[in-house]
Structures are given as C-alpha cells and as structure tokens.
C-alpha cells in the first residue's frame, strides 16, 4: 500500500499553496502533500495475462517498436490518417480533414525526464487519509457503506475547425454523463487563458480541478473531482504538439489514483507501439504499486490486438468485456468501426468495476457514449442528439465506473 505523508504534515504544506490556480500547467487545487513524490520500486505486471483478443480481419502491424528517428506531429484531428513518407526519417500524417496549423518539427529532441507541477494552493477537504472525508466535501460524491463509486471518461470530444471545446458539442456531452475524473485531449477553449480554462472546467463540474499540459498545440489534460495532488507530463518522444499528461488523485481511502491522459499517433501501429513503451517505462518508474492507474483517452487503435494495447498489458488489464453504446456497438471512431478510445485500469482498480448507471439506463461493461443513438437522450441532458455527429467530431467518448473501498 503508498505511504502518504502524516496528517499532521499536510497543513504545514498547504500554507506553501493558499491561491486557486486554473492557468496551464497548474492544478487548480494541489492538496497540502502536494509535490511529494513516493519512491516505491518497480511496477510489475499488472496481473492479467488474457489478451482482448483481435478483431475479425484485423492484425498486429509494425508490431516492434519504431525505426524512425525522427519526430512525427499528428493534427489530431484525423480519423484514420494517412502516411506521408518524407526525407530525413520523419513521418508526418497527412490526415483525411483538416490540419488546423498543426507545427511539424521533423527533428525534435528526445526529453526522457519528466516535468512535475507540483501545483499551488489548498486541500479541499480534511487533512485525515482513509475515509470518505480524504478527498474533501467538492461536489456529489456517491459514498455507500464505506465505498465510493468513481466514474472514468476518456474525451477527445473536440468540434469544429479548431481543435477545441469551443462549439459546445463536448462540453455537453460531458455534462450529461457527469464524470468524476476525466482524461481528456485537445484540451483548448477559446483564448485558452487562465479565466477559460477555469470556466470550462467549471461547466463540466464546479470547483473540479485540473491540469492541463504546457507548451502544446493540442495539450492532454486531466479533469477531476477530486484533489489532485501531483501533476505533470512526460515526454512523448514521437510527437512534438502533445506529452502524456498525468495527475495524481486524492480519492476518498488510502490509495491514490494516478491517471494518464494520452493521443497516440495516428501514422502507424509500430509508432503507437513505440509510444506505450515509452509511457509504461515513465510508469514503472514513477507510479508506486499501491495505487490505483487508469490511462485513458486517444489511442487511435484500429484493432485491440494492436502491439501498443499489448504493450500496456505490462501495467494495465486490457481484457474484456468492453464499454458499449445503447445498440451494443463497441467501436469509438466517428463511423463506429474502430476502437480509437480507451479506459484502461491496473487489475487492483480492474476488480471493482461495476455498471455504468444513467438514469434508468445500464450498461454492465460501461458506456460508448454517441447521442445519435443514445435514448431517451433526457437522461443526458444537455447533450443533444446531434452532437456525437458534430462537425469534426471524430471521436465517442468512453466511460467506466467503479466501486473503491475508504478503507
């Protein structure tokens, strides 16, 4: 289990962080043990040895890691993509829509660190660890009998030619699912300033916290109900207009949450490959073996037998059964053929997931969230039916709920 810092230590650091911060790069709240860093050896495997097993027709592709020594700069909003071979090793996907001033840099340096926000500013709730009060009096939790049910989404929910949230299509469909945590890409709004960036967090849950990455063209971000303590980004050495975002999450019991938000490459299986090698060796490294993980968000996978999904096995349980939508569809693509988008957890959060309940509706493995089909769409409110089908709304988003103990 993750040592935490003493109760009586936590007051001492929040005097160190007394504003509320919203800017980039910043937890809006990081609790008072924020900027600790635990050291708890390597992560092993996460547990699982069941492959999702492969789609009909599909394969495994460039299954090795990568030969490219270049860097590749995807606009993100592709759905499939296309591959561009150009001089010097680089590959730039050209993509099926528009770029929106995508910046290709073919020759980016490969940054192995990691960059830690430590955040600024208080814990909202009590100094104690271990009970329900940890994460502090937010927002509605779902507390019953000692547990508290936890809702994951993954979001590449983005509209229109600009690679934002600012058509409002996301933002409601977010809204109407009501997640706790959510691990969300392109995370840009309007000016992108401080004041936005706080008022869109607020739209999808007021006085939630977040991180956002610095210094990127369509940043990976973090959402969450509750806490974060630590945050940051490491460096994702294919591709020079996002990172993997990270947080980590102060959730009501003894555990943290550390969950990652990624937009894998759409140019090729062998770069997504190359990509999760990288972020499971910034796991092992960096997550202690007594918190929970969930990586969630992008994958741009066209099959689940893809080598990147059998890379994240090391850390993550990737096996079945899989979110659905109301008709039983699984794929996330904006033509629904493809699972693109992803929650993935460690096999210590795996087994206690539990339905995803909207209103009346259940969904026992979780929900592919697409309004076009999703009835009655009251339950989702303000989502309209309309929104999954956006323009440039190339994604679904993906959401599981779980059950964790407070003790």
Known sequence: MAMKLPPYLRPLLAMGFLALACGEGEEPTAPPDSGTSVDAGTRTDAGTTVDAGSDAGQSTDDAGTTEDAGSDVDSGTNDAGTEVEVDAGTTVDAGTTEDAGTTVDAGTTVDAGTTVDAGTTEDAGTTTDGGSADAGPIGETDTDGGYTQIRLMAANLSSGNGQDYDPGHGIRLMQGVKPDVVMIQEF?????????????????????????ETGAQIPNGIISRYPIIESGEWKDAKVSNRDFAWARIDIPGPRDLW?????????????????????????????????????????????????????????????????????????????????????????????????????????????????????????????????????????????????????
Do not use: W
């Open 259 to 407: 969950a990652i938000s990624v937009h894998l490459l759409t140019t090729s299986s062998s770069n997504r490959n190359a990509e999760a090698t990288q972020l499971v060796g910034y796991i092992r490294a960096n997550i202690p073996e007594g918190d929970y993980l969930a990586i969630g968000g992008d994958f741009n996978t066209d099959s689940r037998s893809e080598a990147c999904l059998t890379t994240f096995k090391q850390v993550v349980d990737i096996a079945g059964p899989h979110p659905a939508d109301k008709n039983g569809k699984e794929g996330t693509n904006a033509g629904r053929s493809k699972p693109y988008d992803h929650v993935i957890v460690d096999s210590d959060l795996r087994q206690y997931q539990v339905p995803t309940v909207i209103g009346a509706s259940t969904f026992n493995n979780g929900l592919v969230l697409d309004s076009r089909v999703y009835t009655p769409i009251s339950e989702i409110y303000p989502a309209l039916n309309s929104d999954s089908g956006a323009s440039s709304m190339q994604h679904m988003g993906v959401i599981k709920t779980f059950r964790t103990p407070n003790f």
């Open 188 to 212: 840009n709004y309007k000016s992108d300033s401080a004041s936005d960036m706080r008022s869109m967090v607020d739209m999808i849950g007021a006085g939630f916290y977040y991180y956002r």
